[in-house]
């Protein structure tokens, strides 16, 4: 419960700012007469749609097992961060549209606005707010091991990023002569591959998880290393490993001496079962099938 409600109250931060900063450059993105600025406003109110969608998830993610669902609830989690993914990559795609609308038609000989400084100090004043966010939403990730939060924090950290090129475009289109206006919807695409590109890299994690990855080499050893090193152990194979949110389930067939009693078979399949999830943490799913040995077959 703890882990719940510091997760949803650093979400909460994130999204009040997001929804002011959405209102504040939209208006400044109109007013300032900046494409620029209306696609940074853009990827910020994807920031604060993909906020609500955290909330909303964390609500069921928190939830204990119960007899529909035996792991718990803690892919809500994974979907969460797809969900994010999904809301970057059709923010990219329009926005890229849009601004390719505006190259075209400034190519065509159209006439671009000249962005004002209002817009300019919007994009500083979001490149600063959103760096800030993004550290704070990243220690939140690391602290409480939330896949979530950190794919929220990358969406905070990509519209910082965003800002720069909104920066560069604003300032570039603001130089004088009309040549430079084209500056600001190049800005525009720039931000929006840059959003598109985030948006796979943040999916990738999730699906792999909603397809049953196994676990990365590393924990792979250490899991290995736990039932090898358990007295009473002859051998294992079969291991079988996956996450499930912020928690990670194990299975694996242990070897033990065919002559020994089930209760002393039991105890070395609940030590194993410890080392595990000491070393994975305590709500790590750990289900061990026991086997007799042929022979005098040693440990692997």
């Given at each position: 419960?703890?882990?719940?409600?510091?997760?949803?109250?650093?979400?909460?931060?994130?999204?009040?700012v997001?929804?002011?900063?959405?209102?504040f450059?939209?208006?400044?993105?109109?007013?300032?007469?900046?494409?620029?600025?209306?696609?940074d406003?853009a990827?910020?109110?994807?920031?604060?749609?993909?906020?609500?969608?955290?909330?909303?998830?964390?609500?069921?993610?928190?939830?204990?097992?119960?007899?529909?669902?035996?792991?718990?609830?803690?892919?809500?989690?994974?979907?969460?961060?797809?969900?994010?993914?999904?809301?970057?990559?059709?923010?990219?795609?329009?926005?890229?549209?849009?601004?390719?609308?505006?190259?075209?038609?400034?190519?065509?000989?159209?006439?671009?606005?000249?962005?004002?400084?209002?817009?300019?100090?919007?994009?500083?004043?979001?490149?600063?707010?959103?760096?800030?966010?993004?550290?704070?939403?990243?220690?939140?990730?690391?602290?409480?091991?939330?896949?979530?939060?950190?794919?929220?924090?990358?969406?905070?950290?990509?519209?910082?990023?965003?800002?720069?090129?909104?920066?560069?475009?604003?300032?570039?289109?603001?130089?004088?002569?009309?040549?430079?206006?084209?500056?600001?919807?190049?800005?525009?695409?720039?931000?929006s591959?840059?959003?598109?590109?985030?948006?796979?890299?943040?999916?990738?994690?999730?699906?792999?998880?909603?397809?049953?990855?196994?676990?990365?080499?590393?924990?792979?050893?250490?899991?290995?290393?736990?039932?090898?090193?358990?007295?009473?152990?002859?051998?294992?194979?079969?291991?079988?490993?996956?996450?499930?949110?912020?928690?990670?389930?194990?299975?694996?067939?242990?070897?033990?001496?065919?002559?020994?009693?089930?209760?002393?078979?039991?105890?070395?399949?609940?030590?194993?079962?410890?080392?595990?999830?000491?070393?994975?943490?305590?709500?790590?799913h750990?289900?061990?099938?026991?086997?007799?040995?042929?022979?005098?077959?040693?440990?692997?």
């Amino acid at each position: 419960m703890e882990r719940e409600n510091s997760i949803r109250r650093v979400t909460l931060v994130g999204s009040a700012v997001n929804l002011l900063l959405v209102v504040f450059k939209f208006i400044a993105g109109i007013l300032g007469n900046s494409s620029a600025m209306i696609a940074d406003a853009a990827h910020s109110l994807s920031d604060f749609a993909s906020d609500v969608i955290v909330l909303l998830c964390l609500r069921v993610s928190g939830k204990p097992e119960d007899e529909d669902h035996a792991y718990g609830h803690g892919k809500f989690e994974t979907l969460a961060s797809v969900a994010i993914g999904l809301i970057l990559l059709a923010t990219g795609a329009g926005l890229f549209w849009e601004g390719l609308a505006s190259v075209i038609e400034f190519a065509r000989g159209g006439a671009l606005a000249t962005p004002a400084w209002l817009a300019f100090a919007a994009a500083l004043l979001s490149l600063a707010v959103k760096e800030g966010l993004y550290h704070y939403t990243v220690a939140a990730a690391k602290k409480f091991d939330s896949a979530t939060l950190k794919a929220n924090a990358w969406h905070h950290r990509s519209d910082a990023l965003s800002s720069i090129a909104t920066v560069i475009g604003i300032g570039g289109a603001m130089l004088p002569g009309e040549t430079w206006r084209i500056f600001d919807p190049l800005a525009a695409c720039f931000i929006s591959v840059f959003i598109i590109l985030m948006a796979f890299s943040l999916m990738k994690p999730g699906i792999d998880e909603l397809m049953e990855k196994s676990l990365p080499d590393a924990e792979r050893d250490t899991i290995e290393q736990s039932i090898a090193s358990t007295p009473g152990v002859l051998g294992y194979h079969r291991i079988r490993t996956r996450r499930m949110g912020v928690n990670r389930a194990v299975e694996a067939h242990i070897k033990l001496a065919a002559d020994l009693p089930l209760r002393e078979a039991h105890d070395i399949a609940s030590a194993v079962e410890k080392k595990i999830q000491a070393a994975l943490g305590k709500n790590t799913h750990v289900g061990i099938h026991m086997e007799p040995a042929a022979g005098t077959e040693k440990r692997k």
